[in-house]
């Protein structure tokens, strides 16, 4: 059973056709990286698998819940790096990591381990995330969704701003993400980087998918849409 | 659903801690207000007198419109709200989360207040008990309304402006019923403070249901 599994959707923002008739299949354990130009509609499409967007028409199921009925249920299952790092500026790292750790009903230890897995040094644990710099600010931000071990991790340009060091780490995170049965979804313009990790490329072009073709990771095949 | 509720709270209370936006700028506002109001009526301290509940009251609804803000703010800033959604906490559980953060926020400003104007415009209290109910009731009347609103207005460019033109209007039952429970506390006028208490948290309920109905929806659509 697909993982995501998308027909016709459309996704309107305001007026403008964000997302105009896009079908895709993602199966469990796939490592997909999202590539086109500006505007295409790639954080729209990452918006939508996480629940947080409706599609105005079509039919879009995501870990088996429809997304005209069940965004709720949807969203503590899946984890979502943004552009922005959405955390509280005037709450500590530690402080940030538990309220979000509370919130999905995560023991304690979550958090801990959560930090450490970032490597999050001890001092910076109880810094207010104002004063960290912008890489760090991303570090904590993948750390709150590694803490929910989601099964559907959705990153979008999750290099961006990380020196590589973390780039690693993250790239080992995904890794070890897939390896228990995560699937992911990457919108990245990092495609030597993604490339990687990705065992399949779409590219979306005004909305829709223009192409896919799996990576050397899995086939060489090739098939245009 | 408590414990979440709590959580949220919580959560926005030690970021004012952090921040002390209140106590560093809502609580010298609200002081100045009433003294600018003292001074502008000072000529006549039967006026004063009079008008001591209107001017608290109003007094408070200016310093909600900063708190509602505020709490509106913590959630647009940086995606925080994205994050909220997807942490899953129930949105009936973060609106009465954010509405107990606000009421115990303003519940504190109208402490100092009630000592402001004891001080500034020589009142004296007739029932301490129905000026503290009012005071809780009408607070969570202010911060049931105002979480709503600002959630209505989250994704509105000018929300600045937007939020105290709806919030001021939709707000004007609590200002009448609050100010008349006021004057009957304060004993300047005679009239049964309590049934205006009893308006008041019909106002609240209905506030709340609202709340717990549009919430969400509010939260997902901004």
């Known amino acids: 059973m697909p993982i995501v599994e998308l027909r016709d ?59 005209c009925t069940a965004r709720a249920a949807l969203r503590c299952r899946v984890g979502l790096l943004g552009h922005d790092s959405a955390l509280y500026d005037d709450l500590s790292v530690v402080e940030n990591l538990r309220f979000f750790a509370k919130a999905a009903r995560l023991p304690p230890q979550t958090v801990v381990a959560a930090l450490d897995r970032l490597e999050l040094s001890r001092q910076l644990h109880s810094v207010p995330v104002r004063q960290l710099s912008a890489g760090q600010r991303r570090r904590v931000a993948l750390a709150t969704v590694v803490l929910r071990r989601p099964e559907l991790w959705l990153l979008d340009e999750p290099h961006a701003g990380l020196d590589q060091e973390a780039r690693n780490l993250l790239d080992e995170l995904v890794a070890q993400a897939v390896s228990a049965g995560a699937t992911v979804i990457v919108a990245s313009h990092d495609h030597e980087r993604t490339l990687n990790l990705a065992t399949r490329t779409v590219t979306i072009v005004g909305g829709a998918v223009a192409t896919q073709a799996q990576t050397a990771a899995d086939t060489s095949s090739n098939r245009r849409l | 659903m408590l414990a979440d509720v709590w959580l949220v709270t919580n959560k926005d209370l030690r970021i004012e801690w952090r921040s002390r936006v209140t106590f560093n700028q809502v609580v010298p506002f609200a002081l100045i207000v009433l003294v600018l109001f003292g001074f502008a ?126 919030l001021l209007p939709v707000l004007a039952p609590v200002l009448i019923a609050a100010s008349r429970a006021f004057d009957d506390a304060l004993g300047v006028l005679v ?32």
């Open chain 1, 9 to 67: 959707v459309v996704v309107l923002l305001g007026r403008f056709p964000a997302l105009s008739g896009l079908n895709l299949s993602l199966n469990r354990a796939e490592v997909v990286l999202l590539q086109g130009p500006n505007g295409a509609g790639k954080s729209t499409l990452l918006r939508l698998c996480g629940g947080l967007l409706r599609p105005h028409s079509g039919s879009a199921v995501v870990l088996g819940h429809d997304l």
């Open chain 2, 41 to 166: 009526l000072d000529t006549n301290r039967a006026v004063l007198r009079a008008a001591t509940s209107g001017v608290f009251w109003l007094t408070v609804l200016f310093v909600a419109v900063v708190a509602v803000t505020r709490s509106t703010m913590i959630e647009i800033s940086d995606g925080a709200r994205r994050a909220l959604l997807l942490g899953g906490i129930e949105p009936v559980a973060i609106y009465f989360g954010k509405t107990l953060a606000i009421a115990i926020q303003l519940f504190g400003v109208e402490l100092l207040m009630v000592g402001g104007v004891i001080f500034f415009f020589d009142a004296t209290i007739a029932s301490w008990p129905l000026l503290l109910a009012t005071c809780v009731v009408a607070t969570w009347c202010v911060a049931a309304s105002g979480t709503l609103l600002g959630a209505l207005v989250a994704n509105v460019a000018a929300r600045d402006t937007v939020l105290p033109i709806l």
């Open chain 2, 191 to 222: 009239v049964d403070g309590w049934v205006w208490l009893g308006l008041l948290a019909a106002f609240g309920i209905v506030n709340a249901t609202l709340g717990t109905l549009a919430y969400g929806t509010l939260l997902e659509e901004a």
